[in-house]
Each structure stands twice: as C-alpha cells, then as structure tokens.
C-alpha cells in the first residue's frame, strides 16, 4: 500500500483514482425506534495509516440507556423500519470497503432520502445517541 505522509496527501491520491476520500468523512444515526438505532460510517478512522472505507453497525439501548444492550453487526435482528433494513441490505456488500466516487454519491443520495423521514443525528457518540433518544422519546 502506498504510504502517504498526510491526509491531504491521500486525499488528493484517492480522489486522482475515483475514490472517495478522508474529506468525505461522516458519521450519521437513524433511530429506527425507541432505543433502536442504525449508524452509518465512511472515512471515520485511520486517518494516517489506512484508507477511509464505510460501515454500518445497529444497537439497543439499555433500560436506563447508560450502556448498549446490544450492539455491533445485529442489523437483521435490530432494525425494524423497512427502509434502514433496504438500505442496509443494498449497501451491506460493501461493508469495511473503500468507496468508489460514484458509490458515494450513490449513498449520499440513498441518505438524503433516509434523512427526509426518519430521525437522526450526525454522531455515533453514545453520549449524543442516549440523549437523541431521550429528545426523541418525549
């Protein structure tokens, strides 16, 4: 793998090869319903010594939602809003994988789509998602 001495540096590599790049990092959670959510990831890691790649994960909050109860790669068991389980079931080949400039675009457009109706935050914080839930629960 090519070693890169900044992250501009990558950047400006990647995005020269058709991909997507640190610069288009983010971090979104959907609330698939109370005490559910769906987390969707690209470029949050790794920064210097890799190369940005995208991922989903789902949790449930715990009764007093100071800890997940579950978490991880449960998304076929946790999600229940048909359209995160669409998209996750679209973008799940993909899953830890660099995206190409046009699947990112893909995905953006897929998100904005997801944004316009179900609640979500732009944050895999636990602390942010316990007190989204709490907003959202009231």
Do not use: C
Request: proline letters at 1%; zero cysteines.
């Amino acid at each position: 793998m090519k070693q890169f001495k900044t992250v501009e540096e990558r950047n400006e590599y990647l995005k020269d090869t058709g991909h997507a790049g640190y610069d288009k990092a983010f971090s979104l959670t959907f609330r698939d319903r109370k005490k559910n959510f769906f987390m969707v990831v690209y470029g949050e890691h790794g920064h210097n010594f890799q190369n940005p790649y995208f991922a989903t994960s789902a949790g449930t909050l715990n009764f007093h939602r100071t800890d997940w109860e579950s978490a991880g790669q449960g998304q076929d068991s946790i999600l229940k809003n048909r359209k995160l389980r669409k998209f996750f079931k679209k973008w799940d080949h993909l899953h830890l994988k660099m995206l190409t400039l046009e699947q990112f675009e893909e995905m953006q457009n897929d998100l904005n789509e997801l944004k316009a109706s179900i609640p979500y935050i732009e944050s895999t914080s636990f602390y942010n998602i316990a007190q989204f839930d709490r907003e959202e629960s009231k």
